[in-house]
């Protein structure tokens, strides 16, 4: 989660930003750097490493404008080095940037093709050229900003000062979050209201598609349709907290809305966008050699784990053993020496997976952990670390850490069927390119919650309810039974699709719900068939599918949520967001506390 930090001021701004992004470190960061207007003229200063070593340079520097913008930077395209830190500069263009341009190699051919050689590895350096090129064609700022933005595929936040306009500042969000923030005679932007606690406790957080543009004396907003509109000021205390809820009712929600964000962050990690390839840590076991892998964790975990284990299958051929952390030693399962085991965990502390760590590496196994907390005891004690970064986590209920897993599980098990030769070159620049389209996907997906909440709602009035999910998708339904049953308190199960007549049609009548995970795959048809055997009986179906699935079968359903189409490789990351929505508004609904649902802890420390 890169940090965005933008000033139109009374006095001079270097130190006023580089405060504000020490606010912002929690988020991680590879470098970091500010632009300011200064007489008139764009000046850069950027260091890469930490925050320090961009303050060491700045008092050389005696900038004394009074707008500027600044960035923490966690790499995304380009690795990390001073020349691919932000801000970028094109011509009279400067700008800050938080998210992933899925389409930059072809609109940094097109730069080429006008002659325009790039500076930096970096999508975002291809922005600043093209706004830049909308100038020096006789655009105005504002201009030159909104034709950018349609050409843009993607999820991201800008911050965007020009020479000459030492009076203007532009910011722009699709996916990723920005907020402004109003002073005395001073405007600002900021990746949240942290970023802006020490200069003012007014809030205005952009929507998504808003763009903004800001002066001294005030701002006006466009939203994605680009009209005209008014969004709510609040009074915010990020003053005094490491995260607030940025205008959101509960921290669940917020951290739902921040998956765009951090999911691709979490890729930058381990996907190299500009060639699709994937990269990971190196492994202490020899891949191809490897008879099977062993996966554990315990609630929301396990069912990232259960997906793992039908990528690593499919993908790499790989037999994979998954199990509740809780259970895996007390049936004391043989393990072969030298092999593979993988934990995850979001805190890295939960009890039962620490102790399937130490049990599997007490018989000489060697262990890999996905977990969001790198000092955690979990991490310290494993072979290999593949971090997520997901970023703090407060409610109780999995959502962003939970996605985060999944493109771990993701790459990892990519990058195993390429060692051991189950995907060629083609092949894997396919899924990367996939997995890069992510982020955008999952702003669409949560675009339905207005829907979804409608849903919610009809649910909130049963007493049971079914979900179920066939293939990679099963877990899924398991997943959205645990969200349902743990923030709203109503009782709900998840079950294959295709055990439905092993025994759980048995409580199928009028007034049990059955929400149908069913994208229009493989195995569409044979999920389908089990949905219209509960529809027999009375049930009323919530239809979780996309669009060619509703054009298909959303008649028969009682309400149907559509999710964008994808490959069905990511289908997990874009199903979840509609099992997340479905919970949270059923518990806000019935008025349950969200954030921390009664007899839950969001670190379970003992067994």
């Given at each position: 989660?890169?940090g965005?930090?933008?000033?139109?001021?009374?006095?001079?701004?270097?130190m006023?930003?580089?405060?504000?992004?020490r606010?912002?470190?929690?988020?991680?960061?590879?470098?970091?750097?500010?632009?300011?207007?200064?007489?008139g003229?764009?000046?850069?200063?950027?260091?890469a490493?930490?925050?320090?070593?961009?303050?060491q340079k700045l008092?050389?520097?005696?900038?004394q404008?009074?707008?500027?913008?600044?960035?923490?930077?966690?790499?995304?395209?380009?690795?990390p080095?001073?020349?691919?830190?932000?801000?970028?500069?094109?011509?009279?263009?400067?700008?800050?940037?938080?998210g992933?341009?899925?389409?930059?190699?072809?609109?940094?051919?097109?730069?080429?093709?006008r002659?325009?050689?790039?500076?930096?590895?970096?999508?975002?350096?291809?922005?600043?050229?093209?706004?830049?090129?909308?100038?020096?064609?006789?655009a105005?700022?504002k201009?030159?900003?909104?034709?950018?933005?349609?050409?843009?595929?993607?999820?991201?936040?800008?911050?965007?000062?020009f020479?000459?306009h030492?009076n203007?500042?532009i910011?722009?969000r699709?996916g990723?979050?920005?907020?402004?923030?109003?002073?005395?005679?001073?405007?600002?932007?900021?990746s949240?209201?942290?970023?802006?606690?020490?200069?003012?406790?007014?809030?205005?957080?952009?929507?998504?598609?808003?763009?903004?543009?800001?002066?001294?004396?005030?701002f006006?907003?466009?939203?994605?349709?680009?009209?005209?509109?008014i969004r709510?000021?609040?009074?915010?205390?990020?003053?005094s907290?490491?995260?607030d809820?940025?205008?959101?009712?509960?921290?669940?929600?917020?951290?739902?809305?921040?998956?765009p964000?951090?999911?691709?962050?979490?890729m930058?990690?381990?996907l190299?966008?500009?060639?699709?390839?994937?990269?990971?840590?190196e492994?202490?076991?020899?891949?191809?050699?490897?008879?099977?892998?062993?996966?554990?964790?315990?609630?929301?975990?396990?069912y990232a784990?259960m997906?793992?284990?039908?990528?690593?299958?499919?993908?790499?051929?790989l037999?994979?053993?998954?199990?509740?952390?809780?259970?895996?030693?007390?049936?004391?399962?043989?393990?072969d020496?030298g092999?593979?085991?993988?934990?995850?965990?979001?805190?890295?502390?939960t009890?039962?997976?620490?102790a399937?760590?130490?049990?599997?590496?007490?018989?000489?196994?060697?262990?890999?952990?996905?977990?969001?907390?790198?000092?955690?005891?979990?991490?310290?004690?494993s072979?290999?670390?593949?971090?997520?970064f997901?970023g703090?986590?407060?409610?109780?209920?999995?959502?962003?850490?939970?996605?985060?897993?999944?493109?771990?599980l993701?790459?990892?098990a990519l990058?195993?069927?390429?060692?051991?030769?189950?995907?060629?070159?083609?092949?894997?620049?396919?899924?990367?390119?996939?997995?890069?389209?992510?982020?955008?996907?999952?702003v669409?997906?949560?675009?339905?919650?207005?829907?979804?909440?409608?849903?919610?709602?009809?649910?909130?009035?049963?007493?049971?309810?079914?979900?179920?999910g066939?293939?990679?998708?099963?877990?899924?339904?398991?997943?959205?039974?645990?969200?349902?049953?743990?923030?709203?308190?109503?009782?709900?199960?998840?079950?294959?699709?295709g055990?439905l007549?092993?025994?759980?049609?048995?409580?199928?009548?009028?007034?049990?719900?059955?929400?149908?995970?069913a994208?229009?795959?493989?195995l569409?048809?044979?999920?389908?068939s089990?949905?219209?055997?509960?529809?027999?009986?009375?049930?009323?179906?919530?239809l979780?599918?996309?669009?060619?699935?509703?054009?298909?079968?959303g008649?028969?359903?009682?309400?149907?949520?559509?999710v964008?189409?994808?490959?069905?490789?990511?289908?997990?990351?874009?199903?979840?967001?509609?099992?997340?929505?479905l919970?949270?508004?059923a518990?806000?609904?019935?008025?349950?506390?969200?954030?921390?649902?009664?007899?839950?802890a969001?670190s379970?420390?003992?067994?």
């Open positions: 989660m890169c965005i930090v933008g000033i139109l001021g009374r006095e001079p701004v270097a006023r930003l580089v405060e504000a992004l606010r912002l470190e929690y988020r991680g960061y590879d470098s970091a750097g500010i632009a300011v207007l200064e007489n003229v764009l000046k850069r200063v950027r260091a490493g930490k925050l320090r070593n961009l303050v008092s050389d520097a005696d900038l404008s009074t707008i500027g913008i600044g960035h923490t930077r966690w790499a995304t395209h380009g690795g080095s001073e020349a691919n830190a932000h801000p970028h500069i094109a011509g009279r263009v400067a700008i800050v940037h938080n992933i341009i899925e389409n930059f190699k072809e609109l940094r051919e097109q730069l080429q093709h002659g325009i050689q790039p500076e930096s590895d970096t999508d975002t350096e291809i922005v600043a050229h093209l706004i830049n090129v909308a100038l020096e064609e006789g105005t700022p201009e030159a900003v909104l034709s950018v933005l349609e050409e843009l595929r993607g999820a991201f936040a800008f911050a965007i000062i020479e000459g030492d203007l500042m910011g722009a699709r990723s979050p920005l907020a402004v923030g109003h002073g005395e005679g001073e405007m600002m932007l900021g949240d209201a942290i970023a802006l606690a020490p200069f003012t406790s007014r809030i205005t957080y952009l929507e998504d598609g808003d763009v903004v543009f800001l002066t001294r004396e005030g006006e907003i466009l939203d994605g349709e680009r009209r005209h509109v709510p000021m609040q009074f915010t205390q990020a003053a907290l490491l995260v809820k940025g205008g959101y009712k509960h921290f669940m929600a917020k951290e739902m809305h921040e998956q964000d951090v999911l691709g962050h979490t930058s990690e381990y190299d966008f500009a060639n699709g390839r994937v990269r990971l840590p492994l202490p076991v020899d891949l191809k050699a490897l008879g099977r892998m062993t996966i554990t964790a315990c609630g929301t975990a396990f784990g997906v793992g284990k039908y990528w690593l299958e499919q993908l790499a051929r037999p994979v053993e998954v199990d509740v952390a809780s259970e895996f030693r007390y049936r004391e399962a043989p393990l020496a092999g593979l085991s993988l934990v995850i965990s979001q805190s890295g502390e009890a039962d997976t620490l399937a760590l130490r049990y599997c590496k007490a018989r000489g196994q060697k262990v890999a952990a996905v977990v969001n907390v790198p000092e955690s005891t979990i991490a310290r004690e072979d290999v670390v593949l971090r997520t997901a703090p986590e407060i409610g109780v209920a999995s959502t962003k850490a939970f996605t985060c897993q999944l493109v771990v993701a790459a990892f990058a195993v069927a390429r060692e051991r030769g189950h995907v060629d070159a083609e092949r894997e620049q396919e899924l990367v390119r996939a997995l890069q389209q992510v982020p955008r996907l999952v669409q997906a949560l675009e339905q919650e207005e829907k979804v909440a409608k849903v919610a709602h009809e649910l909130a009035h049963a007493s049971d309810i079914l979900y179920l066939r293939g990679i998708n099963y877990p899924l339904a398991l997943e959205g039974a645990l969200k349902f049953k743990e923030i709203s308190y109503i009782h709900a199960e998840g079950y294959a699709a055990e007549k092993h025994g759980p049609i048995a409580l199928i009548d009028e007034k049990v719900p059955v929400v149908v995970i994208p229009r795959d493989a569409f048809e044979k999920t389908v089990n949905m219209e055997e509960v529809a027999a009986r009375g049930a009323k179906i919530v979780i599918t996309d669009e060619a699935g509703a054009m298909e079968h008649a028969k359903a009682f309400e149907t949520i559509t964008p189409a994808a490959d069905p490789f990511i289908s997990p990351l874009l199903y979840a967001i509609p099992v997340q929505l919970a949270y508004h518990a806000v609904f019935l008025g349950t506390d969200v954030d921390q649902p009664r007899n839950l969001k379970v420390t003992v067994e």
